[in-house]
């Protein structure tokens, strides 16, 4: 039998068949930003959004070697602003 990335299988004896999911199960909404999502809303470079970071003007965790930003505080802290 050879599955394929598309959710679809072949058997030698059989036809195709698809596996379906009956419930999709939806993901929660993440409450975190990871260093190059902010990078990227802020159109800035990834030095200068770790920079930002290291400032601590917002909440991070630390995932091993990982850093997430919490987006309460970094959309409050973008709030805060006066563009």
């Known amino acids: 039998m050879r599955i394929n ?3 679809t299988f072949y058997c030698s ?11 999709k199960k939806s993901l929660p909404e ?8 902010i990078a990227a809303m ?7 959004a770790y920079q930002l970071v290291k400032q601590e003007e917002f ?8 850093i997430r930003v ?3 505080s970094f959309d409050e802290w ?6």
């Open 13 to 23: 004896i059989t036809t195709p068949k698809t596996f379906e999911n009956k419930e």
């Open 59 to 66: 909440r991070i965790v630390r995932i091993g070697n990982a």
């Open 42 to 48: 802020l159109n800035i470079g990834r030095t200068t």
């Open 70 to 72: 919490s987006k309460k």
């Open 5 to 7: 990335l598309d959710g």
């Open 30 to 37: 993440p409450r975190t930003y990871t260093v190059e999502q």
């Open 78 to 83: 973008l709030e805060s602003l006066e563009l």
